[in-house]
């Protein structure tokens, strides 16, 4: 019976460190020596993971935490934020002098030229403060934002915005989604392309954007370095990351 496993990348795939560990790249061979297809679920654009796609040789992949998925270099599935909104939104950001990332498949821009908490932010995926276009998201699909605040500050957002759904992965940023978008949906396009039955599903996630995934699919694994919420959502829990998560997980599900 054909089986496949969606591995996240921040804390699952890559460490704290943003390294991949050479026994997660070997564990992922393995896999596909044993006939399991691999898939990427992640928070991220494509553009932002390139370089492990190529390394890791998957073509397969969930972005933007579920509104574009790929299936072997096939778009199969867009959900875009709606402009209309996103202007809304625009306007009451810019009063609360909270900046905003707009992302496409290919590149980001943000609201402002310069602001310390994109810095840090960007900072911690790796990436340096993009270049400032307001205007950005008048002339591309816009799949994910990122709204820049404290902790809590989101909250007068969730009350005005029906329409997208807010999820925290930083103490100064949460991504901005269409209501209803998740892992686990982007996961459900996917696995209906490939003809998965729910059992033969696994997926490895550690934070607050994959318990849908986690609750999803037929097994669903947390890093040891998961947030106490991913826990709870997942079948078993794993390694941290540094102490060879991936492999351990995969080695314990047998599937290695």
């Known amino acids: ?3 496949i496993v969606f591995f996240d990348i921040d804390g699952t795939l890559l460490d704290h460190q943003k390294n991949l560990p050479a026994s997660t790249k070997k564990a992922i061979e393995l896999l596909k020596k044993n006939g399991v297809f691999v898939a990427i679920a992640t928070g991220r654009a494509p553009f932002m993971f390139e370089g492990l796609r190529k390394e890791l040789d998957i073509d397969s992949f969930v972005s933007f935490n579920g509104q574009f998925v790929v299936f072997e270099n096939e778009v199969i599935y867009r959900n875009e934020l709606s402009r209309q909104e ?3 939104f625009l306007r009451e950001t810019e009063q609360n002098r909270h900046p905003l990332i707009f992302m496409n498949e290919s590149t980001m821009k943000s609201s402002v030229k310069h602001h310390p908490f994109i ?18 998201y008048k002339k591309h699909t816009i799949y994910q934002s990122l709204l820049f605040c404290k ?12 329409r997208f759904q807010f999820i925290r992965w930083h103490p100064l940023s949460c991504d901005v989604l ?18 998965f039955e ?27 370095n998961g947030v106490s ?6 079948d078993y829990i ?15 599900l047998k599937l290695i």
């Open 86 to 88: 996103l202007e809304r």
């Open 229 to 234: 919420k991913a826990k709870e959502a997942a």
């Open 151 to 162: 902790e809590n500050e989101e909250q007068q957002y969730i009350n005005n915005f029906e």
């Open 178 to 195: 269409p209501k209803g978008g998740s892992k686990a949906e982007g996961i459900k396009k996917m696995i209906d392309r490939l003809g």
């Open 119 to 136: 810095e840090e932010s960007m900072a911690d995926l790796g990436f340096s403060h993009p270049e400032e276009d307001v205007n950005f």
């Open 1 to 3: 019976m054909k089986k």
């Open 238 to 252: 794993t390694a941290d990351v540094s102490d060879n998560g991936v492999w351990h997980g995969l080695k314990e």
């Open 198 to 224: 729910l059992k033969d599903v696994y997926a490895f996630g550690d934070g607050l954007n994959d318990i849908d995934m986690l609750k999803a699919v037929g097994t669903g694994v947390a890093m040891g």
